[in-house]
């Protein structure tokens, strides 16, 4: 507790965007949040000072379309330090390692405050890993020493991709803080996801020395061919396989599982309460998805510093040879261990993560059944008893926990082997946050419309 004490006090130091004193009109505050996302994407256009980009190593894919990654560009790291920061926090925080009690306001403000200056730091460090990795130059064969770049120019780029985290960070707090709607570091991975959908789609980028089209469309006009399967490249099967998996994750985020209850304080009145099917939501893929990607980012830094040789570089070429999605159908049959190995890795990953975040997330049948007995609701027959709501609860939580986890990255998996555009934890993502996103703006409308209501939640 006393760490997270130090790291809210530096926070201090660390500028940040003020609440408004009075909220704006929904239009305004869709406004700023488009805005905020345009300004995220021009970012990932603009050159590092000091970086030739046709030098620069490219972002792999995963982690370009989730974390936001660019190597050259302001977006280098992406929004990877922001995220990180908060998984490592929360993690310790659910896992009881920090006691702390986030419905708190004084510990919540300890706990954001912390983030901020834990973001700062991953930024700080990942930045100097690439620099002095000599990541974005030509590197001397025996080593990783960048040829003639001087220590102010690493020092330069160091200071530049800091400045962009900060400036993340700032757009993340003006959508949270009331300026905006939703959370932006979420729109941005729906940024990226539908940028890499229409780039699939659409993108006119030859990208073979065959004359082969990245866009799908394009491909199409140009040699009349519906490319039905294409190795490596967007196909006719990924298309439908998009269209198909974003309409199956719509019916399962509508699906509802209800628990019976009744409430003493209204005579008794019988009613019941809603459980998502998809009860872990999106995060489990979430995590899978960064851990991959991480593993990417991890091997590129070993390699650049200590040779493509080392131990540690080959441990996380292995880790991640293991786990990374196949491109499409045709690889995903003609390397079938391969591909089985992936599908078990992000099955076994994906329930670990579900289980994980349930319990740090206050989802867990203990915290659901402290929350009934707090709100005045019993189950039918059963006292108010927490030990005894959370055996009955346990039934439902703990199936779903694994059946939704099983569920959402066996979904990601199909989409990855059938060559879906923008992988299938994109879609996953995409679709979660899309839906959590129109329900906010429902019900900011809703507020929005009936002014009563906002004095009775007490805004």
């Given at each position: 507790m ?24 929904l ?31 490219q ?61 700062i730091i991953?930024?700080a ?24 770049v ?11 991709l ?8 700032w757009?993340?707090e ?20 539908v ?24 491909q ?25 998996l ?52 991890f ?8 040779g ?52 740090i ?26 030990k ?36 299938g ?5 995409l ?29």
């Amino acid at each position: 507790m006393a760490i997270m004490e130090a790291l809210a006090e530096v926070s201090k130091y660390i500028p940040s965007v003020e609440k408004p004193a009075r909220r704006p009109p929904l239009p305004t505050r869709l406004t700023w949040t488009g805005l905020v996302v345009l300004l995220y994407l021009i970012m990932g256009e603009i050159p590092l000072y000091g970086v030739n980009l046709g030098g620069a190593q490219q972002s792999q894919a995963l982690a370009q379309m989730l974390l936001g990654m660019n190597i050259g560009s302001l977006m280098t790291l992406g929004i990877g330090p922001i995220v990180t920061a908060g998984i490592v926090l929360e993690v310790l925080v659910g896992g009881g390692l920090i006691e702390m009690d986030l419905t708190k306001p004084r510990d919540r403000k300890i706990f954001m405050g912390a983030q901020r200056t834990l973001s700062i730091i991953f930024a700080a460090l990942e930045a100097a890993a690439y620099a002095i990795g000599g990541v974005f130059w030509q590197t001397t064969l025996g080593g990783a020493a960048p040829i003639g770049v001087p220590g102010w120019v690493k020092a330069l780029i160091v200071v530049q991709l800091v400045f962009a985290t900060l400036i993340l960070m700032w757009f993340d707090e003006l959508v949270r803080n009331g300026w905006g709607i939703g959370s932006a570091l979420s729109l941005f991975i729906v940024a990226g996801v539908v940028k890499g959908m229409v780039w699939r789609l659409a993108g006119p980028v030859i990208v073979t020395e065959a004359g082969d089209y990245y866009g799908w469309i394009p491909q199409i006009v140009l040699n009349r061919d519906l490319a039905i399967l294409r190795r490596g490249l967007p196909d006719f099967i990924g298309l439908v396989a998009t269209i198909v998996l974003i309409m199956t994750l719509l019916y399962f985020q509508l699906m509802r599982v209800y628990i019976p209850v009744t409430s003493p304080r209204y005579g008794s009145i019988k009613t019941r309460i809603p459980l998502n099917f998809i009860y872990v939501t999106n995060i489990p893929i979430l995590f899978v998805a960064i851990l991959v990607s991480d593993l990417q980012i991890f091997y590129t830094l070993a390699a650049s510093i200590a040779g493509q040789e080392n131990i540690v570089a080959k441990l996380f070429a292995y880790a991640h040879e293991i786990t990374r999605p196949p491109q499409g159908l045709l690889e995903a049959v003609s390397e079938p261990l391969r591909t089985l190995g992936f599908a078990i890795s992000w099955l076994v990953l994906g329930l670990i993560f579900g289980f994980i975040w349930v319990e740090i997330a206050g989802l867990s049948p203990r915290h659901q059944a402290e929350n009934l007995v707090k709100s005045g609701l019993e189950l039918p027959g059963i006292r108010k008893n927490v030990k005894m709501l959370e055996r009955i609860l346990a039934r439902y939580i703990y199936p779903l926990t694994i059946i939704s986890s099983l569920l959402v990255t066996g979904i990601a998996i199909i989409a990855d082997i059938f060559g879906a555009y923008s992988y299938g934890s994109g879609l996953v993502l995409l679709v979660g946050i899309i839906y959590n996103f129109y329900e906010q703006l429902a019900y900011e409308r809703t507020l929005e419309m009936y002014p009563m209501l906002q004095r009775i939640i007490g805004r």
